[in-house]
């Protein structure tokens, strides 16, 4: 457990004002066949809206934004293979500071590609034989970068945490909420935001079945690892909660729920066929729980955050006609 001060819902709301302008506050949307089939009153908080498509924007921005000037000439390091890799990069271009982005030799092309588009240099590694993390440490303390972490990082958190925020001073109260879970930075700045603003809300985190560390961290009281698990939903591959979000997850979440690939591609494929939308598998984690659960949900008025919409177009195709 960390000794480090959590972020508050205080942070939250400074987040929103540092992003504000820069973040996209993306749009709500309804679907009068999902309230049917939940018996509910469903929102869709569409992070898949977001700039360079995923909610990572805004925790990468926030982060970036507190930079000094001395860090902001030396640069900013992170790893990632997707999401955060393009979000840091795109901050670090708005604000002009340089970005070295560490990514395994395998990620997909397109995310190696538009990371660099952003202006980032990217370095890769073995995601078998080597550590990421330990790569990034380095880098960092050779060139006198900061790094910036995908999850566990408390300016990251609090950015993560303005897409509840919003989703609840547009809709009001809530009777649930879905927020999809890897590492835990979207699902604690989340549960920032619903204990502040709609205390009452039954707050679930939702993770892909083959992966499911969180669920077991939070049935046991203390965070387990896992290898690499297999699953679709690439954004949840995460092997651990962190130091910071899984104090607050622990302390704020109801529950942690699962679902399967076969869960996830017929979520995929609702948000095509009825709203017109591309959600990437990691994205569609909420609503497939919330499908599941819908004898509980009855009558209910629920939140579900979709959390991006980066999906390789190929890939997205194949997993559609599975």
Same mark, same amino acid.
Request: proline share 4%; hydrophobic share 45%; charged share 20%.
């Given at each position: 457990m960390s000794s480090l001060p959590l972020p508050t819902?205080?942070?939250?709301?400074a987040a929103a004002a540092r992003i504000d302008g820069y973040a996209h506050r993306t749009p709500v949307l309804t679907s009068r066949t999902a309230n049917a089939e939940l018996g509910a009153e469903v929102f869709f908080k569409c992070e898949n809206l977001q700039r360079m498509g995923a909610f990572k924007f805004r925790g990468a921005y926030n982060a970036l934004a507190r930079f000094d000037e001395a860090q902001r000439r030396?640069?900013?390091?992170?790893?990632?293979?997707?999401?955060?890799?393009? *979000?840091?990069?795109?901050?670090?271009?708005?604000?002009?500071?340089?970005?070295? %982005?560490?990514?395994?030799?395998? *990620?997909?092309?397109?995310?190696?590609a538009a990371t660099r588009g952003y202006g980032a240099e990217v370095?890769?590694?073995?995601?078998?034989?080597?550590?990421?993390?330990? %790569? =990034?440490?380095?880098?960092?303390?050779?060139? =006198?970068?900061?790094?910036?972490?995908p999850y566990d990082h408390a300016d990251v958190i609090a950015g993560?945490?303005?897409?509840?925020?919003?989703?609840?001073?547009?809709?009001?109260?809530?009777?649930?909420?879905?927020?999809?879970?890897?590492?835990?930075?979207?699902?604690?700045?989340?549960?920032?935001?619903?204990?502040?603003?709609?205390?009452h809300t039954r707050l679930y985190g939702v993770e892909p079945e083959a992966g499911n560390d969180g669920q077991q961290?939070?049935?046991?009281?203390?965070?387990?690892? %896992?290898?690499?698990?297999?699953?679709?939903?690439?954004?949840?591959?995460?092997?651990?909660l962190g130091n910071l979000t899984?104090? %607050?997850i622990r302390r704020d979440v109801n529950d942690i729920l699962t679902v399967s690939d076969a869960?996830?591609?017929?979520?995929?494929?609702?948000?095509?066929?009825?709203m017109k939308i591309v959600v990437e598998p990691t994205g569609c984690l909420g609503f497939a729980a919330a499908r599941a659960m819908k004898q509980q949900l009855q009558g209910q008025r629920v939140g579900i955050i979709?959390?991006?919409?980066?999906?390789?177009i190929a890939r997205y195709a194949a997993l559609l006609a599975e």
């Open positions: 819902y205080a942070d939250v709301q030396a640069g900013v390091v992170a790893f990632s293979s997707g999401n955060h890799a393009q *979000a840091i990069a795109l901050s670090a271009r708005l604000m002009g500071i340089p970005a070295t %982005i560490v990514m395994p030799l395998d *990620a997909p092309a397109a995310k190696v370095v890769l590694y073995d995601r078998y034989k080597e550590d990421r993390e330990e %790569i =990034g440490r380095n880098l960092a303390q050779q060139k =006198g970068m900061t790094l910036i972490p993560q945490g303005t897409a509840a925020k919003e989703l609840f001073e547009e809709v009001g109260s809530l009777d649930s909420l879905f927020v999809c879970l890897g590492g835990g930075g979207l699902l604690s700045g989340s549960a920032l935001s619903t204990r502040a603003l709609s205390p961290s939070f049935r046991s009281g203390s965070i387990v690892h %896992i290898d690499t698990p297999q699953t679709i939903a690439d954004g949840a591959q995460t092997q651990h899984f104090p %607050i869960e996830l591609r017929a979520a995929m494929r609702f948000f095509a066929e009825r979709l959390s991006g919409g980066n999906v390789d």
